[in-house]
């Protein structure tokens, strides 16, 4: 039965969303759970059908909860816009935003195959790898490509830096707060002694939305954020 069940996912996740399927919006709320307190997170994407293909707008709203508010009263702001391709979601700008502090940007020029980072008043630019993603949209990537069996290799960018990122696929059984959920699961392989960690869980059965992310930041903290709540709509939107 256990085998069954992999052979099964490994299908499902070979099949990206035809256009008849692909949601006007999704709402997704998550709770946060980190080392120093508790929080939450709305994420919000928009899809809208243009005469060229579908654009993307995807924005996430991260802020503390209970006491934890007073120690961080700020908000975590991020936002990944772009379009839709046949090999998944191609950014054309993302951003970060810490509180009052200036964004981490990165604007992507495909045409040219630059992207500029801009990041705490200094600007870089760099060659643009085909298929890189931002850390926001590569969470939603595989709703619109198929997913490899056993690898995913991709360029992504915090606004800050540009890396190459190698994820081992697997699948498990997550309980969530909306009950038990099949998932195929992306773990980040880090260089020997580097504290970074980062793991998704994608569910099949909910269009590949990222239903778990945990991660061990830059600065040594750890989040662990699990789905609490999602909203799919598939009203036109022309």
């Known amino acids: 039965m256990k085998l069954l069940s992999t052979i099964f996912l490994l299908a ?11 949601p006007s919006r999704i709402e997704i709320s998550y709770a946060v759970s980190t080392d120093i307190g508790q929080g939450e997170i709305n994420e919000v994407m928009e899809i809208k059908h243009t005469h060229s293909g579908y654009t993307y707008i995807i924005n996430s709203e ?29 950014p054309a700008r993302a951003y970060e935003k810490r509180g009052k502090k200036e964004p981490s940007e990165a604007i992507f020029d495909w045409n040219k195959h630059i992207i500029t980072l801009r990041h705490n008043g200094h600007q870089t630019q760099k060659k643009l790898p085909e298929g890189t993603l931002d850390r926001l949209s590569l969470s939603y990537n595989f709703m619109f490509t198929s997913l490899p069996k056993h690898h995913v290799e991709r360029y992504v960018t915090n606004g800050d830096s540009l890396r190459l990122s190698h994820y081992k696929v697997t699948q498990e059984t997550l ?64």
């Open 62 to 90: 991260a802020q503390a909860t209970g006491v934890f508010k007073i120690i961080e009263p700020n908000t975590i702001i991020r936002h990944s816009e772009g379009i839709i391709s046949k090999h998944g979601l191609r």
């Open 12 to 22: 499902i996740a070979s099949f990206p969303l035809s256009a008849t399927d692909i």
């Open 175 to 238: 309980n969530t707060p909306l009950g038990e959920m099949e998932t195929i699961v992306l773990t980040r392989q880090e260089e020997q002694h580097s504290k970074l960690r980062r793991k998704l869980w994608l569910a099949p059965n909910n269009h590949m939305l990222p239903v778990r992310i945990v991660s061990i930041e830059d600065n040594g903290r750890e989040i662990d954020k699990i789905v609490t709540g999602i909203n799919i709509s598939y009203k036109p939107n022309h």
